[in-house]
């Protein structure tokens, strides 16, 4: 009967935690699936593709990326499946966007070095919205993960002249 009632006492206050955390009580409830995982990257993350290129971390907002040009970040990514590619941001801007492209590059073969990357995922802002929007896809060109044959990476691009605050990424998987 204590046994019983410990685990019913643990279940109610996990529930409550995860409530206060805003967060859902179980996989089913935000439709991610039995199993699935959610890759987080930050926008402190990524790097500019160019040397000179501008990458600005927002004052007010530490951890939040906006600039000009490409940024990339490495995605450490296990065997599996991907299911799901999101952008996290804020497009206030109404004239341009921003841009994640998940993508593999192929290592293993004697001309990988010069063999171009897969995209498996796109995904843009659009419009202009105050409030923080992640726009997702669940198209995935190539979602098997193949870490013997691949390295995968997120590169977020800017519209030139745009001024957008980039959160993260997130994959599913």
Same mark, same amino acid.
Request: proline fraction near 7%; aromatic fraction near 8%; charge should be negative.
């Given at each position: ?25 179980? /996989?089913? $409830? ?12 930050? /926008?402190?993350?990524?790097? =500019? ?24 970040? $490495? ?6 499946? *991907?299911?799901?590619?999101?952008? &996290? ?7 341009? $966007? *921003?841009? /994640? ?10 001309? $990988?070095?010069?063999? =171009? ?12 919205? =105050?409030?923080?929007? &992640? ?7 190539? =979602? *098997? ?29």
């Amino acid at each position: 009967m204590h046994v019983q009632r410990r685990s019913q006492l643990g279940t109610v206050l996990m529930a409550g935690l995860l409530t206060l955390a805003n967060l859902p009580a179980s /996989a089913e $409830a935000a439709d991610w699936g039995v199993g699935a995982r959610v890759l987080t990257i930050g /926008a402190i993350t990524f790097v =500019p593709a160019t040397l000179g290129l501008t990458q600005a971390k927002s004052e007010p907002q530490p951890g939040v990326l906006t600039g000009d040009g490409k940024f990339f970040a $490495a995605v450490p990514l296990e065997s599996g499946t *991907v299911t799901g590619f999101a952008l &996290c941001a804020r497009d206030n801007d109404g004239t341009g $966007a *921003v841009r /994640a492209r998940l993508f593999a590059k192929p290592y293993t073969t004697p001309t $990988a070095f010069t063999d =171009p990357p897969v995209k498996m995922a796109e995904v843009a802002t659009s419009g202009a919205i =105050p409030a923080t929007q &992640c726009v997702s896809t669940t198209t995935i060109t190539q =979602p *098997v993960l193949d870490t013997s044959q691949f390295s995968y990476y997120v590169e977020i691009a800017f519209d030139p002249g745009v001024f957008i605050d980039v959160f993260s990424v997130q994959i599913t998987h």
